[in-house]
């Protein structure tokens, strides 16, 4: 980030004037300081004469220390780098810069914008200027910057032989290998890559082909996502990739796809997914779309879907066939291909009416309708989706095929083979981790021995660097230059917000020298430059300054082809698999393979923010777990113990053995052919029956302090380890599983004990019609039915009434007297929200959250700000079904709640509160004084969320496993990870109660902003829209609205006059600022098991709902019209 | 005084014969016809005597109990509060319970000094300077707890956050808080108990003073007595004194455990949010105090051979006072349960059924067994009279009050309102270790009690007995 400072030459009268300078620039500039330089360095001046400001800094640095010039100097990077938008007009301390830039992905490049803090990046936000994430990302983005700043990531590169190398060193490995291989064409050198979609990386490899043309150069990625494009090469000859827009849809059938959270382009299709589901009043209800999930992991796609399938994976071509079959006989598709779909779907165990009711649903909304299968599923699959999606006149409406650019890269199977055949004698390793990670039938421990020289090239020294002959420290990509593409074909930049920390080398520099690039060409800015100027079409500096300030190239994405598939390519296709359905049982089970929420492939396993926020679903942090449907752990006699109030039939079962709060986990062994793993079993309501679930990325035999294990004896890692049952023929899917129960037992850190909402009336839900017709139907339910806030006469009063008067009512109790300008509150769209977890590592990472490891979690202690509440509901109730009360739902629905501080206006934990430490701000902020908290700990108590954290240890300054060990336990190595923190936030230490602040530090500095520019104007109300909370600003669908609700113009007071607007425990008059927007399903009635209300709801009616006492008054079924007589 | 056969207020004498009223003599508070050398030697006797071999072992035994808080302590302020078994959703454990407990405790020994002595309860006078010692340590040992469950005690323990006092920025506690009530609360009624016990052992301390023949002994308690010469002023002054106290004493009896109570019933927390609260804590209280202090007047009396000063007749009484409190308590448990019915709140009524069936329903069932069922023992004389089985139960209702701080303040926190928090509290060893430490020191404490300090108050007992009364001898019947 070195600014140029382009001030005009120092006049005579200047140098002769007194000694002021604007910048270190100007002094190093001043004829005088050149007299000054050599009195006072005789030896260092020669150096520091070349004016050039990093060396000038290195010389001064600690004579400037005192001004605070040498700390923030001397990481600068050298190349410059341009801020995005909001450039202050100096670097001044306190005031962050935003740089945009992208992170580096297989399939696709997420854009973002980086906060840097004196050339700290310290959070990473999406961009904005990409529409399609619309500035959204993902909770692997969001951490990424903690691995910026792993104390175990690899400082120095070393070889076998001579250790530790320089910089220069490791450099000259690549640039000796290529110089080796020039006479042999390249024969006998090979590279493993991880895939990429850098323009730059591409063009390198193409180089190296070049010049090297006998090299093999392959690329291997653990999660495997080649299949539509592999498919759609087979069908329509082309390299093309489908990108579905979800926007357009109105009916979408999912195959197994979590295409909101895990699938390549996850962010777009959220998005557009969410657009359809959007509904702000009743009026726009029948506007949202339907989502059919055939799934049989429980995805958080099948925990929005509005009808669910649970199917096997393995059962899903016999499913697709079935269902295709169906679709074409609608369409009148060829008839020949229909028997040969029908024949190919027999054996398959599945609801006639199901198929039928959705095939004609999809095919009544033909031209709005699409058909979404998962990237793992085989090739016949995603060929009888593209048929489908034809059938339905989807394509150029609902999903576009788009081409790509050709790439030449082999198999690391290809590889593998000539490895074996002793081709090969020196072998780069770029990136990934094949040890670990590479499919185990290759067995690449023993092939990787058998290559030659290994260099490494890695972040890490993993399982991979142990036995290379050579390791090269690679650098970060927020240290580094590259590029790439979005999922779309976007070109975006990869930025560097500060210098390498360690002697690392870059991706794109460790290519360009195996490519014999030009040493002095071969600096990461270059390359990227050389790229952008070709795709650019020109090598104007304003046009590439544009682009590293947007962070996009505007209309470079991808050229849309138009393809036909021929029924005929397409019969070939469906005839020539076995996609019969083989029956699955307890003896024959599959194993579905899926990257972990936590770890991704393994890549995040020392990353202590992603080890810790829960699994969405499972509610796991620090482990992955063997997960077993219901069906399975009663057939295995794993169910729990019944929990204690089951007799009185007022507690519905928990799916999981608990002690003390701590999840009691059956270790069980898995065992396919030979291969045997063993893992800690948790029973996961809507799994498939036979399906059994394992998450990749744990069990890490060479891994960092976050990714060890401490609680266990002999210090090994967090959960097993999954890649045994990877092969490369099927890397997600094992067949013909068996499980034995075993009698040990594992610990699992669980931060969500009970699943069940208990029919209370926490998460409202209905369904489209039931809404159209009674649209105050979230007033109908719970306490607030009966006991509304009390407003007195105020009752009918606006909201920004309300907000800034508070009403009591006739009250006598004082109230704050919220006197602000701005009133701040937040609305939250159940309807929309995924559950994805984003906004939990987006919060931590903003507001520096401490981590508190494995133990701590297990004793309830986790800090997290904004937690995601997740309940199943199977409409059952206890009372009404003593038979089925001790049932774990086989099949239920899934409902998230983000839950944080909620701002109350009238808050439980003031009045509490002995000294003062939390109160209300004038703008109705509940604020905390952490100076003045002494940690009674009744705020937390008190507060009916129980969304306070109590730092119950120096959790920042302690290492997680000294904590027992008080002053005599060992501190954190902090020297790397406090560059993290936001300066913005205080880092709170032991004895002190912290909450969500929604992100007080963002509102002030808006705050500060604004009334700058205002000067003595009266304009010193932020504008809607410019603060935003971390929360709000990574979601990807836009549940999570912030801003003024004392103006009603606002986004969020306009979310808050929804109908479906509800508070949660509104009835304690409390009066949270956060509030709700009521969650609503779309079922189609003429499918089997529709319900006229979600499953929460009938759970809600039947315990505590009206129809009980009578409908005497405002029953929400007999007269919505009442609805205003109850207030 | 007036004494019944002599009242001329009745219009017809002679009924009484016609209707023949039973002859049933005040029990005498003390036996055996003692007089009033015997209660000094007696009394001052234990203080002056050779220190027994079991008090050096039950003193050392203590020490050794009392470290184990020190320790324990000194841990938990290096470490963090974490040492414990707190949680979130259960941010209150055993350290609350304590405090509840131990102030319950204390409750006895003013009640019986003042409000007793106010309705002229004259059984009172041979357990109440014990009582109230007993009191001053519970307080003590309570006033440990509020202090350090909190996150930075060093902050709490200095002026201007929870003791009032002017700070640079003006900020003042929250006087909303029942936090703060308790601080006042607590350490106004430590503050007057210490008076009352202090002044009202004046007398006493002027007669070991006299009776003093060691040097050592003659300034301790010389200084102690602050110039008791006996004389009819003193007399008349301390006499005033100590009424003015008794009044002053008596809200504070209630106060202080309605304050206490407040913690719970000012949250809005299901099991928590009641308004019965004040008087079922100030019933438990007096209930658990009065528990206590048989529990430590039944060996005493054995030990020190106090029969005829700590009678059956005392011992009746007592047991009394337990019964009727134990059911007052048991009809606030039974009521707590009607209230959260008839309410018709979810939340609430789950909050109850949730304690007697939920995961804590073992808490919830020793505290009904032992606060409930254990005192109704009392009603049979025969069990009275059988002083083991009174120890016995006494420990049963000092258990199950004990129990029922920790089922009102955990099972409340783990279940509340949202069941995505709910979660289980188990206390870590420090927790237990801690709070056992406490008996130690509180042992302590009332060792050196007996051992220095009058055990009971010399000059009042002296009063209830007959040879005080100038009248004494005035028919049967007489009331005193």
């Known amino acids: 980030m070195k600014r140029i400072f382009k001030h005009p030459k120092p006049t005579d009268n200047d140098v002769v004037g007194p000694n002021y300078w604007r910048s270190p620039d100007e002094l190093a500039g001043d004829p005088r300081f050149d007299t000054w330089l050599h009195q006072e360095f005789p030896s260092g001046a020669a150096v520091a004469e070349e004016g050039d400001r990093r060396t000038f800094l290195k010389l001064m640095g600690a004579s400037f220390g005192l001004a605070g010039l040498g700390l923030s100097g001397c990481r600068m990077p050298k190349k410059y780098i341009l801020p995005y938008s909001k450039q202050p007009e100096n670097m001044i301390p306190g005031v962050s810069t935003y740089y945009a830039s992208s992170q580096p992905g297989a399939k696709e490049h997420i854009p973002l914008v980086v906060e840097t803090h004196q050339a700290r990046p310290t959070k990473i936000e999406g961009n904005p200027s990409y529409a399609g994430f619309g500035g959204g990302t993902n909770g692997y983005a969001q951490a990424s910057v903690l691995d910026l700043y792993d104390p175990d990531r690899a400082r120095k590169s070393a070889s076998k032989q001579a250790g530790t190398l320089s910089r220069g060193a490791a450099l000259d490995e690549f640039i000796a290998a290529h110089k080796a291989y020039v006479p042999k064409q390249g024969k006998g050198l090979a590279i493993l890559a991880e895939a990429s979609s850098s323009p730059t990386r591409a063009r390198l490899v193409a180089e190296l082909k070049k010049k090297l043309p006998q090299t093999i150069w392959a690329e291997y990625e653990p999660v495997d996502s080649s299949n539509p494009e592999a498919a759609l090469a087979a069908l329509a000859g082309k390299r093309l990739r489908p990108l579905y827009h979800l926007d357009r849809a109105k009916r979408i059938l999912s195959l197994d796809a979590d295409f909101v959270a895990t699938e390549p382009g996850h962010l777009k299709y959220a998005r557009d997914f969410a657009k359809g589901r959007k509904i702000l009043n009743s009026s726009e209800a029948g506007k949202m779309n339907r989502l059919y999930a055939v799934e049989s992991n429980f995805t958080l796609t099948g925990g929005m879907a509005d009808h669910r399938l649970r199917a096997a994976t393995s059962h899903m071509p016999a499913f697709a066939a079935l269902m295709a079959a169906e679709l074409l006989s609608m369409t009148g598709g060829s008839q020949e291909l229909i028997a040969v779909l029908k ?105 990787q021995s058998k290559a030659g020289k290994v260099v490494r090239w890695g972040y890490h020294e993993d399982e991979t660097a142990v036995d290379a002959d050579v390791f090269v420290a690679a650098t970060h990509y927020l240290e580094s230059w590259g590029d790439g593409r979005t999922m779309d074909g976007v070109y975006v930049p990869v930025q560097p917000m500060i210098l390498p920390l360690f002697d690392g080398i870059s991706e794109l520099e460790a290519v360009a020298h195996l490519a014999g690039v030009a040493f002095e060409d071969a600096q990461g800015y270059d390359l990227v430059r050389a790229t952008f100027n070709a795709i650019a079409g020109t090598a104007d500096q304003l046009a590439f300054d544009r682009w590293l300030t947007e962070g996009v190239l505007p209309e470079s994405e991808f050229k849309v082809a138009v393809t036909a598939i021929a029924p005929a390519n397409v019969v070939k296709f469906a005839a020539g698999q076995a996609m019969a359905a083989q029956v699955l049982s307890k003896d024959r089970l599959e194993l579905r393979i899926v990257p972990s929420y936590h770890t991704y492939d393994g890549r995040y396993n020392n990353n202590g923010w992603l080890m810790e926020a829960p699994d969405p679903l499972n509610k796991l942090s620090w482990d992955n777990a063997v997960c077993i449907s219901p069906q399975l752990a009663e057939e295995l006699g794993l169910l729990a113990n019944p929990i204690k109030m089951d007799r009185d039939g007022n507690l519905r079962m928990n799916a999981n053995q608990f002690d003390t709060g701590r999840e009691q986990a059956k270790i069980v062994e898995l065992q396919v052919g030979d291969t045997v793993v063993k893992g800690p079993a948790h029973i996961q309501p809507g799994l498939a029956d036979y399906t059994v679930v394992l998450s990749l990325g744990f069990g890490r035999t060479v891994t960092g302090r976050i990714g060890t294990d401490s609680r266990r004896p002999e210090a090994r890692p967090h959960g097993f380890d999954v890649y045994p049952f990877v092969t490369a023929a099927s890397p997600s899917l094992a067949l013909n599983a068996q499980i034995k129960v075993t009698d040990e037992v594992y610990e699992m850190a669980n931060t969500q004990e009970h699943w069940s909402m208990e029919g209370r009336a926490i998460i409202r839900e209905a369904n489209v019609e039931d809404y159209e017709k009674h649209p105050k139907f979230v007033d109908k339910m719970g306490m607030e039915s009966h006991s509304p ?8 009063k606006s909201d920004q009434f309300k907000v800034t008067e508070i009403p009591r009512g006739g009250s006598a109790y004082e109230t704050p007297e919220f006197t602000g300008e701005q009133q701040w509150g937040m609305s939250i769209d159940l309807n929309t929200c995924t559950g994805c977890n984003a906004c939990v590592i987006a919060c931590q990472s903003e507001n520096n959250i401490p981590i508190v490891g494995k133990d701590q979690v297990l004793r309830g202690r986790e800090m997290h700000w904004i937690r995601l509440d997740r309940y199943y509901s199977d409409g059952l109730n206890p009372q009404d079904n003593k038979e089925e009360r001790m049932q774990i739902p086989h099949d239920p629905q899934v409902s998230f709640m983000g839950v944080a501080c909620m701002h109350c206006e009238l808050a439980p934990c003031e009045s509490v509160c002995p000294v003062n430490a939390t109160v209300h701000d004038q703008d109705g902020l509940n604020v905390m004084a952490y100076n003045r908290c002494v940690g009674t700990r009744y705020c937390a108590n008190n507060c009916p969320y129980k969304v306070r954290r109590f730092n119950f240890f120096d959790y920042n300054k302690r290492d997680q496993n000294e904590l027992y060990k008080g002053p005599l336990g060992e501190k954190n190595d902090v020297t790397t990870t406090q560059m993290q923190k936001n300066p913005d936030v205080t880092v709170r230490m032991r004895g002190v109660m912290e909450k969500c602040t929604y992100c007080v530090q963002r509102i002030q500095e808006a705050k500060i902003d604004q009334r700058t520019k205002a000067k003595d104007s009266a304009n010193v109300n932020v504008k809607d829209g410019t603060i935003k909370t971390a929360c709000q600003q990574v979601c990807p669908v836009d549940a999570i609205v912030f801003g003024d609700v004392a103006d009603a113009a606002t986004e969020v007071s306009r979310m808050k006059t929804s109908d479906r607007d509800y508070s949660v425990l509104g009835y304690l008059n409390i009066r949270p600022r956060t509030t709700y927007l009521a969650k609503l399903r779309n079922p189609n009635m003429a499918m089997p098991g529709a319900q006229q209300m979600p499953l929460s709801r009938v759970e809600y009616e039947n315990r505590y709902g009206h129809a009980s006492h009578g409908g005497d008054h405002g029953d929400a079924h007999a007269s919505p019209s009442s609805a205003k007589a109850h207030h | 005084m007036a004494s019944a056969a002599s009242d001329a207020s009745i219009a017809n004498p002679q009924v009484l014969n016609k209707v023949k009223p039973l002859d049933m003599p005040r029990r005498e508070l ?119 469950h909190t996150g930075r005690p060093w902050f709490a323990l200095l002026p201007g956050y929870l003791l009032p006092a002017p700070n640079s920025n003006w900020i003042w506690p929250q006087f909303r808080s029942p936090l703060e009530w308790d601080v006042f609360a607590v350490s ?145 448990y039974a009521m707590e349960f009607f209230i959260a019915w008839y309410g018709a709140n979810p939340y609430e009524g789950f909050a109850f059924v949730n304690r007697a069936f939920g995961q804590y329903a073992w808490a919830y069932w020793i505290m009904i067994s032992c606060n409930v069922i254990s005192p109704q023992l009392f009603w049979f004389k025969w069990i009275r009279e059988r002083h083991w089985l009174v120890w016995i139960i006494c420990g049963f209702v000092n258990c199950g009050m004990w129990f029922e701080r920790f089922v009102i303040t955990c099972t409340s926190l783990a279940n509340d309102f949202l069941p995505s928090s709910w979660g289980y509290y188990s206390p870590t060893i420090v927790d237990i270790f801690t709070f056992f430490g406490t008996f130690g020191l509180f042992s302590t404490l009332f060792l050196l009690f007996i051992r220095f300090l009058p055990l009971m108050p010399i000059a009042e007992i002296k009063a209830v007995m007959p040879q005080a009364d100038a009248h004494g001898d005035h028919g049967k019947g007489e009331h005193h």
């Open chain 1, 343 to 447: 024949k190919q779907g027999t054996g398959l165990k599945v609801d006639q009416k199901w198929l039928t009711e959705c095939a004609r649903d999809l095919y009544k909304n033909r031209g709005e309708a699409v058909v979404f299968a998962g990237a793992h599923l085989p090739l016949e699959v995603h060929a009888l989706a593209y048929a489908m999606n034809q059938a339905l006149d989807a394509e150029g409406k609902t999903v576009t095929y788009v081409q790509l650019p050709d790439v030449d890269s082999a198999s690391i199977t290809t590889l593998a083979e000539a490895i074996e055949a002793g081709q090969i004698d020196q072998l780069f390793v770029l990136g990934g981790n094949p040890v670990y990670n590479a499919p185990a039938d290759l067995d690449w421990a023993a092939l």
């Open chain 2, 188 to 332: 106004t009624y430590g503050t007057v108990s210490v008076l009352f016990w202090y002044m009202g052992m004046l007398p006493d301390l002027g007669v070991l003073r006299d009776r003093a023949k060691v040097l050592w002994r003659k300034y301790f308690y010389g200084i102690l007595a602050m110039g008791w010469r006996n004389s009819n002023r003193h007399w008349r002054n301390y006499e005033m004194a100590y009424l003015l106290l008794a009044g002053l004493s008596t809200p504070l009896v209630l106060s202080v455990h309605t304050i206490v109570s407040f913690d719970f019933a000012a949250s809005n927390l299901p099991g928590w949010h009641t308004t019965i609260f004040p008087p079922y804590f100030v019933a438990g209280a007096i209930f658990s105090g009065f528990g206590m202090v048989l529990t430590l007047m039944l060996p005493l009396r054995a030990v020190y051979g106090l029969h005829d000063l700590i009678t059956q007749y005392h011992i009746d009484c007592m047991c009394k006072i337990i019964l009727a409190t134990g059911t007052m308590v048991g009809y606030a």
């Open chain 1, 789 to 796: 806030p009390i407003y007195g006469k105020h009752q009918d």
């Open chain 2, 30 to 148: 003390v036996e055996n016809k003692r007089d009033f050398h015997w209660v000094t030697e007696k009394i001052c006797g234990i203080v002056e005597g050779k220190t027994p071999i079991w008090w050096w072992f039950l003193f050392a035994c203590s020490i050794f109990l009392a470290s184990f808080t020190g320790i324990g302590l000194v841990y938990l302020v290096a470490s963090g509060v974490g040492v414990w078994g707190l949680a979130n959703p259960v941010n209150w454990g055993w350290a609350i319970v304590n405090f509840v407990f131990w102030i319950g405790i204390g409750h006895a020994g003013t009640l019986i000094s003042a409000i007793l002595c106010l309705l002229r309860q004259k059984w009172r006078t041979s357990i109440n300077r014990a009582a109230e010692a007993m009191t001053i340590f519970a307080v003590i040992c309570a006033g440990i707890f509020p202090v350090f």
